[in-house]
């Protein structure tokens, strides 16, 4: 007989997941003995049997770990031969140097769901069921390695029978750090804003006053909803007034994938992402005959559904509601609230009851929200589900180097190794309470990966809140180019680091000239970027207020195409008083508040407005999406071809297009249309210009314009029919929520650089 020990050393998603019971019971099949253990680094194993069953247990380890785990590195050393006797499972230990990684909060799994409503089974309707297989993870972790007593579960001792599920190696519960049942775990009670409420049963208090259409904020798993029965029209109107979101579209969550089908089309790819352990709101076209409530989504023809991922979801839509509002609860640009105190505190003019329980939650972690997007999924929010899951890279990153992101859509990174810890959605900065989230998910993030970042990279617009938060540290700091991160993070995602050229499209960044970018053509790689091209620049009259006032927008590009001989003969211009067009004139010609942009998002502004369809906005990106909305109506266009586009794209011509059109009264649908195809071909024979040039195959698009589904799909089949090879985002926003990629690995390219001297 041949026997041998090795030492088996496992890194990835390798905690809270279900791991070391199933090594134990493997090992224990193929009569191996030793141990398995947690530390800091990940799962350690020494085992030791005969070289047959060795190589069959390395075999299906690889081949079919536990469901949720995520191996990324195994690597096996061969030891001395101890004659052990048994396998075991040891205790967790901590080591210096760490490298594990945390499993995000997983959906309530079918097994924990058979329990939850079987009348023999002793979690019967107990809203706080979870396994090994499922449950909070991320949210109740205050540090490494996973153990329960790093978990805000710590509070909660077990009881007797959920104590020995928790230490038999052969039980689904066996080191599941949330096991908790009626008798030892958290429980839920109902307060009216005021003080908690006396009552037997929750929950069915909560179901009797939604369909009496009260409003309700829920705690769940990464912070508070706030809820309305998506069939009661005043009660979504009252939360809309009370919440101060006048036309932004309010998420739903529904108990089954049928239920979702009745009001919107469903794909095999659509229902994939619903049915998923990650649960997030998924993005799809409204059917014709939707009999959901207008108010739900007022002029959007995409819905938001996410289903049920917590036992306590489960419980309420059970034969209750085939749908409830599930909006996070917040007041207007605040981040989600988790506290129970902070809750009522800051929503008692906004909810008539509170559901809360007695579970803390750490980290805020508000729903992901996903669309899909020529066959694949794009990530327009990546919160709950997916983080804190890194991004692996496989190109040496050779510093630690923390990335504080934008000014919008903030989200942080840091970098260990080969691996990028992109944070959760944080929010806009400009809001004290996101400014503070900002600033606690730095804190939270360092702990629990135990980062000692050596450099901050932060975005060069001086005014960025997160710009200032980053020069007051001691650390040495390097500022990136808003538009360089965004194309640098779309490269990084899909590992490719050559030479590249660059479609970076969205609503503001700071140039390298002072002025607002937002339309370019860039090529380069992490460490060197050159503007190619870009969209005319334009003033942006008011400075932000124009963001929120498109038709200022409107008035800025007639009034570059036309200067003061603007059309007089188009409904936009009798819509707007003869005030307010002088005014706006004047401030464009004396140059007065009117800094200059190529902003592609303020493009798509001025055409809405132009349009006729939003002169202002209640929620960002408002006109861009009712646009888009107006244009799908409409099958009809007929766009010209592009030829010499030089170091800039003359939108001029473009807008001056568009009047002839309104003038002509081609249909609303056309124009928005052609808008869209049109500006395409115009990027393209750009990109087709910078091939010319520098020989370059590769195109990267990044920025929130992408998120416009219509033109994103169409400028990728045109650079796809030209030969070009895409990169694009499939597992970060493209938006600014993906910027801190960017940002780390250009600050690491550029340190890199200063260490040889380049």
Known sequence: MCMKREKIRINGIVQGVGFRPHVYRLAKELTLCGYVSNNSEGVVIEIEGEKNNLESFHSQLKTAPPPLAQITDYRIDD????????????????????????????????????????????????????????????????????????????????????????????????????????VCGPQLSLHDGTSEMSTESPIEDVISLLQDGKIIAIKGIGGFHLAVDSNNSKAIEKLRDRKGRAEKPFAMMSRDIQTIQKYCYVSKQESELLISNKRPIVLMEKKGNCTLQVNIAPKNKMLGFMLAYSPLHHLLLQNNFDTLVMTSANLSEEPIAIDNHEAIERLSSVADYFLLHNRNILQRCDDSIVRVVSDYTQIIRRSR???????????????????VGGELKNSIAFSRENNVFMSQYIGDLDNPKAYNFFEDSISHFSKILEAKPTAIAYDLHPEY????????????????????????SVMAENNYYDKTIGIILDG???????????????????????????????ALPGGT???????????????????????ENIPFMRSISKEKTDLVCQMIEKKINSPLTS??????????????IKHAITYDAQAAIELENIANSTTRFDVQPIKNVGSVIDTDKLIRKIVEMIQENKPTAQIALYFHYQLAEYFVAAVLSAREKFAIDTVALSGGVYQNKLFFEYI???LQNEKFNLLTHKELPTNDGGLALGQIMIADAQLSAQKKGV
């Open 79 to 182: 030891i001395l031969v101890c004659h052990d006797v048994d396998f075991k499972i040891q205790k967790s230990s901590h080591i210096t140097k760490p490298t594990t990684f945390i499993s995000p909060d997983i959906a309530t799994c079918d097994d924990c769901l058979e329990e939850l409503f079987d009348a023999n089974d002793r979690r019967y309707k107990y809203p706080f069921i979870n396994c090994t297989n499922c449950g909070p993870r991320y949210t109740i972790i205050k540090g490494t390695p996973y153990d329960r007593t790093l978990t805000s579960m710590s509070e909660f001792p077990l009881c007797s029978n959920c104590q020995t599920e928790y230490d038999d190696p052969s039980n689904r519960r066996f080191h599941a750090q949330p096991n908790a049942c009626s």
């Open 508 to 538: 503001t960044g700071f140039g390298t000239d002072g002025t607002i970018w937002g339309g370019e053509i860039l090529v380069g790689d992490a460490l060197n970027v050159e503007r190619f091209c870009s969209l005319k620049q334009v």
């Open 545 to 567: 207020v124009a963001i929120k006032e498109p038709w200022r927008m409107a008035l800025s590009c007639l009034y570059s195409a036309y200067g003061n001989k603007i059309p």
């Open 465 to 488: 809140l997160s710009t200032k938060w980053a020069k007051k540290q001691t650390l040495p700091t390097i500022a990136i180019q808003h538009h360089h991160a965004h194309m640098v």
């Open 385 to 403: 589900g997916f983080v804190p899951s890194p991004h692996f890279i496989n190109k040496n990153i050779r510093h630690c180097v923390l990335a």
């Open 716 to 718: 990728s089949l045109r």
């Open 599 to 612: 902003s592609c998002g303020r493009l798509f502004d001025a055409v809405s407005a132009l349009l006729n």
